[in-house]
Each structure stands twice: as C-alpha cells, then as structure tokens.
C-alpha cells in the first residue's frame, strides 16, 4: 500500500516526551516524534550529508512506511521481511529482531519501557524495548498498519472489526498500555472504504484524541471515553490522513488543501491550496511556520497562524512518476528535512527554503525520517537504514562563491550567474532564485568544470531576484550553500549621460545661457534703431 495517507511519511520530532518512562528528552519516540505529531525538535540537526552509518538489515527489508522511533540509545524501524527490529543508535548493529505473521508497515511507539506497534497480520503487539520479548498483543479483523498513539496509560490506533455477517467496520480503538486490555472502540464507516483505508494514525494532545477515516471524515473525540466532541464530512477525502496538533490549531491535509481548524471546536481558521498536488502526509509545525510536501513537486512553507505562503522548493521531477514530497522534521538548529520518491533525502534552510544538502539513497523513500541527539535517521525502500550526523565527518568544508555580472537589469535582459568552489572536486552546482522574497525554486543544476561554473538567466520581469548556489556534497566535500547575489528589475533601465557619450552637461548650459544673451542684446538693438 505504497504512499498512503496515514504512515508512509513524513518526519518529525520533539523535545519533550509525552509518554512517560525513563525516555531521553532528545529522543524521538513515535511518528512525527510526539502524540500530537508536531514534527519538530531543539535537537541540532547535520548540515552535511555525511553519513555516520548504513546498512541492510536482511535481504527482503524493504522498509516502505515505517517511520523509525528512537529511545535510550536504540532505533526501532519496521520492514516487509515481517520484522521489527531494534539497532544500536550509534552503529545501526542489530540488537533484537521480532517476527510477526506479515509485514510490518506500522511506525512503532516506544513508551513506559514497551515499543508498540501493528503487523499486516492484524495485531497490535507490545514488546519489552531492550530485549523484544512479547508482553501483549491485541487482535483485530484487518491490517494495523499505521501509527499508535500512546499518552496517559492508554493506546490509541486504527484497527478494522468484522460481524457476523462479513461487513467491515473501521474503528479507533483504545487500550490499556500496561496490560492490551479494551478499554473502548469508535466505529466510523462500515463497507469498501473501511477495508481499503480504515483510520489513519491518531493524534492525542491535552485529553483528545484526533483522526481520520476511509471515508475521508475528520474526529475530534474524548481521549478517556471515547465520546465524539466534533467531526468534519468529508474533511479529507477518500483515504485517511494524519492531523498535526500545535497551539490550539489542528492542521489536517484535505486533498489538494491544508486546513487549519480551531481544535476544541472545529470551526475553520484558513486553508491553503498548493497548485495542483495531494498532500500526502501530516504538516510539520516550527516556529511559526508550518511544512508540508505535495505530489506537485513543491515542498511548502506557511504561516501557521494565518496561512500566508513564505516560500516553496521544488526539486527536479521524479523518473518513476508523480513527484512525490513528503512532510519534513525541522530542527533546533533551523533546518527541515523530508524525503521523496526520487530516493533522495533533502535538508533545507528552515526560514529561506534554500537547499543546503541532499543525498540519494538507492530507492523509494516513502517512511518519515527520525532526528533524535543530533542523528538523522531515515529507512528506505532499497532496505537499508541510513544515519546522517555532523560528528565524525572526514569531509572537507568547501568554499562556495556566487556572483552576478550586473546588479540591474531590465526585463528580457540577461544576468550572468558565475562562481567557484574550493577545494577541487567535481559534482554539480544548484542554482535557485527567489523573487520578491517569495521563496527559493530551483532555476538550473550546473556541472562545475574545474572548480568552477556559470548559468545565464534571463529577468522575468520587474522585481527584485536574490540568487543562491548549493552543493549537495561528496565524498570529497561536504555539503554548503553560497551567500546571496541580488539582481534588480524595473519596467524601463534609465540612463545616465556621461561624457563619454557626448558634451558635459555643464557645456551644454553654459551654451544654451550665451545663446539666450545673445537674443536678448539682438532684441534690445532692434528696439534703439527704432
């Protein structure tokens, strides 16, 4: 089920635990990094793509939608091999693997000493953390695929049940974390849908618990009881999705639009349409700001509060499709980070969108990202885990210039961008323009020819144009962005004489005072003769 609403994406962290247990306050525990799926995190993050460790973890891993969780120097990641495993933070060596009865698609929670996840073969288990041995598993009709939600000594996940007469029903249930009793269940839609999509991950933030189902409706219900508050028709269309809860808003993908929604009552704060994309995963929210990646190749940043655009990347279109963006973590340290189905792995400035590394890995990446200590850690459909950390990088920093032939032009006119790299090496050069500080979008990929390279572009039209170079890095040098060239525009270029081209100014007056004189003496004359 490649791509789906609910657990295939997006990366994400945060700071503060909310689960409980002895869990570092640097850790990222579930998917997007906490219950209310903020994506964001005041751990550093690496600006290189130096790579601290990689590895396969069997020789049928494929990790499609596994988000990996980190907690107490351990990273746990799912895979279609039906395993879950536990690998050394710091080296990616395996340190337990558990079996399930089909694959493991589900991003796992770790909580309370437990990690807690679904299998395919319908079951939400809970294994000890350090040694996977099984606590409780908890058996349900369908797939339990996507992500589970642990706060307050509950577990919150999406899960299908079946009657007497076959039908379907996809429920959000609700468990004991300690012991995997029922507690209760909600029931959203029954039929095609149900089977096909049932209910994203949920989103559990100050006593409630927020979801979508396969019908595309949207809930808001009492995280205790399981009583509805509020819910939204058809919110998200068909396939379920997974909100992000921060500041009192709900941020909830809705095809084509982000929406933001008061979170006690509902009621509709903006939206923000993206040109022509489906948003494919829940938001990350930072600072401000909100981020999100859409299959129209744009990965986007608004205002939180009130929906303003601030800028938009986008990356060369995908060979094998749609291009896919997922949502991004963002770091401490003012970077975000997503994935994408071009196999890359991509690290923007947080506030500009200017690309400051990336990195191919050697498939699909559709499972969000983990940062936690200063790690990026990120699963691939090429079956390997990859662990990306500043620390330790054998890499040289390079020096990256850019400059522009003229700072003024007129529209239709062309401005040379030039500049050099140091110390040698080879590789290609992003160049990206934002106009009128309307963000950052890739303008040309130039390969550099000795330590050098030069693109020509032409002025659209008034404004003002900053220019920026990239370099995404090897295993030469690390990754760097240059600083800004800007480029002015107006309707029409001005002209300033000069006397290069013609008499100086101060002759051209002095001439046309004499010739006045002249006229008036002429005038005086004629007026004595008569």
């Not at 003229?406 to 050099?420: D, I």
Request: proline fraction near 3%.
């Amino acid at each position: 089920m490649r791509y789906k609403f609910a657990a295939t994406l997006l990366l994400c962290i945060f700071a503060v635990s909310t689960f409980g247990g002895a869990v570092a306050a640097t850790d990222w525990t579930t998917y997007h990094g906490n219950a209310a799926r903020t994506g964001y995190t005041t751990d550093n993050g690496p600006t290189t793509n130096h790579v601290l460790w990689s590895r396969s973890l069997s020789a049928y891993s494929k990790i499609e939608d596994s988000s990996p969780a980190v907690a107490n120097g351990y990273v746990y990641v799912g895979t279609e091999d039906l395993n879950l495993y536990c690998l050394n933070a710091q080296t990616g060596a395996t340190v337990w693997n558990f079996t399930t009865g089909s694959d493991v698609q589900s991003s796992p929670t770790v909580a309370y000493g437990n990690v807690y996840f679904g299998s395919v073969d319908g079951n939400l288990y809970c294994l000890n953390a350090q040694n996977g041995t099984q606590v409780w598993n908890f058996s349900t009709f369908g797939e339990v695929d996507d992500a589970p939600a642990v706060a307050n000594g509950y577990v919150y996940f999406g899960d299908l049940w079946q009657d007497a007469f076959g039908t379907q029903y996809a429920n959000l249930t609700c468990v004991n974390a300690t012991t995997g009793a029922y507690v209760w269940s909600f029931t959203t839609n029954s039929g095609e849908f149900a089977t096909s999509y049932g209910v994203g991950s949920p989103t559990v933030v100050n006593g409630y618990v927020y979801f979508a189902d396969g019908y595309g409706d949207f809930f808001c219900l009492n995280a205790s009881n399981g009583t509805e508050i509020w819910n939204i028709a058809g919110a998200f269309g068909t396939g379920s999705g997974t909100p992000t809860v921060s500041n009192g808003y709900v941020y909830a993908p809705i095809y084509t639009t982000l929406n933001c929604f008061n979170a006690t009552t509902g009621t509709s704060i903006w939206n923000y349409t993206t040109t022509g994309g489906t948003i494919l995963a829940c938001p990350a929210v930072a600072n401000g700001n909100v981020y999100f990646g859409s299959t129209d190749g744009y990965f986007y940043c608004l205002n939180a509060q009130t929906g303003a655009f601030v800028w938009k990347y986008i990356y060369t279109t995908s060979q094998y499709g749609n291009p896919y963006v997922f949502t991004g973590v963002v770091s401490g340290n003012g970077y975000v980070y997503f994935v994408s189905n071009d196999f890359n792995v991509y690290c923007l400035n947080a506030q500009t969108g200017a690309l400051v590394w990336r990195y191919a890995t050697g498939s699909f990446i559709s499972a969000s990202p983990a940062l936690a200590n200063g790690i990026l850690y990120v699963g691939s459909e090429d079956g390997k885990m990859y662990a990306f950390e500043d620390t330790g990088s054998t890499t040289q920093t390079p020096t990256l210039t850019l400059q522009s032939s003229t700072t003024s032009l007129s529209p239709g006119q062309t401005v040379t961008l030039s500049g050099t790299i140091s110390p040698s090496t080879s590789g290609n050069v992003v160049i990206s323009v934002s106009i009128n500080n309307t963000g950052y979008q890739q303008i040309a990929n130039v390969s550099l020819s000795n330590n050098a390279y030069s693109y020509q572009y032409t002025i659209q039209g008034p404004g003002s144009y900053q220019f920026q170079a990239s370099f995404a890095g090897n295993g030469q040098v690390s990754a760097l962005q240059s600083s800004t060239a800007t480029v002015s525009s107006s309707s029409s270029s001005s002209t300033t004489p000069s006397s290069s081209s013609g008499f100086p100014l101060w002759i051209i007056a002095v001439i046309v005072v004499v010739i006045i004189i002249i006229i008036v003496l002429l005038l005086l004359l004629m007026r004595r003769r008569k």
